[in-house]
């Protein structure tokens, strides 16, 4: 559960929470492309039927977070008005927008707002992430009911991601779902939903965000600080409508990686092994580990165009990256070659996992998908 930080060395602790290289949401004050989610829950809101269970759902880097800690905010910020009150019923809420110098903005923005707690996956005796959120996050929660309601009588607890959650975890919070404290609203962020209890998915409101557009994306990279390329249309088709995958792709130059495999997959069916070795050896350097990632990430993305390509017999536009709209079609002419690209996206995807899982050298990894890639190329 998230407090006011005691040192600056906990400052300085990554947080699962938060994507390398952005802003915290707590401090993305505004959200950009989700206006329907936004109305959706200001409905809900003011017609005094507020649900207890909100579930945010949607691709990873879209905005669920960000829309959790305004709802969170606006929530706190707004008093618990009333029934009719001496001057009637207060004007329906149009907006989730609460000013950033209220106390409290100021108060969340501190991690000191007694009407809110953050559940995230924490840190072990170790001092090391864990890779689950565990029951203890959970049972924190009980102290916190404890405590008396906030200024507006509210309280409200944000868990990012649910999918996080082990067994255990996961069967406290259904306990809290099912007998929810007074005036408390649980905002569970998922990007997969599937992954969930349904006895939790089936106590929870549902909230649906979709991919930004590229003006929406590009306000949004902007308010994040980002150092945007000149042509953003590479970046935007890459990204999928994600703001968190493009500041991925800022900030471990995933525009210039794509690119170059791009130019790779070019030479297929003969390949350009000189340059796939180059690649390969590049992701196997000490503290590559995560530019190893996003390359593996960026072979699968390259194989589903091929894939949808050859299904749909068009290349994707925008391009992501010069000359990628040749390069699959020439790749991907029928469905059936579709087919293999598919095939073996989900081969490959399986393999290199599983090589990550064993500790196999990196650049092995690499090439060895690559040359499968070869031989798709070359049937």
């Not at 040192?7 to 290289?21: N, S, Y």
């Not at 809101?45 to 649900?51: E, K, Q």
């Not at 029951?135 to 309280?155: H, P, T, W, Y």
């Not at 007998?179 to 969930?196: F, V, Y």
Request: include cysteine.
């Amino acid at each position: 559960m998230s407090r006011a930080p005691k040192a600056k060395a906990d400052e300085e602790l990554p947080r699962a929470d938060q994507a390398p290289g952005a802003p915290h949401p707590r401090e993305t004050l505004q959200l950009f492309g989700q206006d329907q989610a936004e109305q959706d829950f200001l409905t809900a809101f003011n017609s005094n039927r507020l649900h207890h269970g909100w579930m945010l759902t949607g691709p990873q880097g879209i905005g669920k977070a960000t829309l959790a800690w305004r709802i969170a905010r606006f929530l706190l910020a707004t008093p618990v008005a009333e029934e009719d009150g001496l001057f009637g019923a207060p004007p329906p809420a149009t907006s989730l927008s609460i000013d950033p110098d209220h106390p409290v903005s100021h108060r969340m923005q501190a991690l000191a707002e007694p009407g809110l707690a953050a559940i995230s996956r924490s840190y072990n005796d170790k001092g090391k992430l864990r890779d689950q959120i565990v029951v203890d996050d959970i049972r924190k929660l009980n102290r916190f009911f404890g405590l008396s309601s906030a200024e507006g009588g509210r309280r409200v607890v944000i868990v990012d991601a649910a999918d996080d959650m082990n067994t255990s975890a996961a069967n406290a919070l259904l306990k809290m779902l099912e007998e929810p404290p007074a005036r408390t609203t649980l905002l569970l962020i998922s990007h997969q939903p599937s992954r969930l209890l349904p006895t939790i998915r089936s106590r929870c409101r549902t909230l649906r965000l979709g991919p930004l557009q590229p003006d929406d994306m590009q306000s949004a990279l902007e308010q994040a600080g980002a150092e945007l390329p000149e042509n953003t249309q590479h970046l935007s088709a890459l990204a999928a409508g994600s703001v968190g995958a493009a500041l991925r792709l800022l900030n471990l130059d995933g525009l210039k990686i794509y690119a170059e495999l791009v130019q790779i997959l070019n030479t297929l069916p003969r390949l350009d092994r000189q340059r796939a070795l180059a690649l390969a050896e590049a992701s196997a350097q000490r503290g590559a580990a995560e530019k190893f990632e996003l390359l593996l990430t960026l072979v699968e993305v390259a194989l589903a165009r091929l894939a949808r390509v050859g299904a749909t017999g068009r290349p994707p536009e925008p391009e992501a990256a010069a000359g990628e709209a040749a390069m699959l079609t020439r790749l991907a002419p029928t469905p059936q070659k579709g087919r293999a690209w598919a095939d073996l996206s989900a081969e490959a995807t399986a393999r290199a996992r599983h090589g990550q899982a064993v500790n196999l050298d990196p650049a092995s990894l690499v090439l060895d998908t690559v040359f499968k890639m070869q031989e798709t190329a070359s049937r």
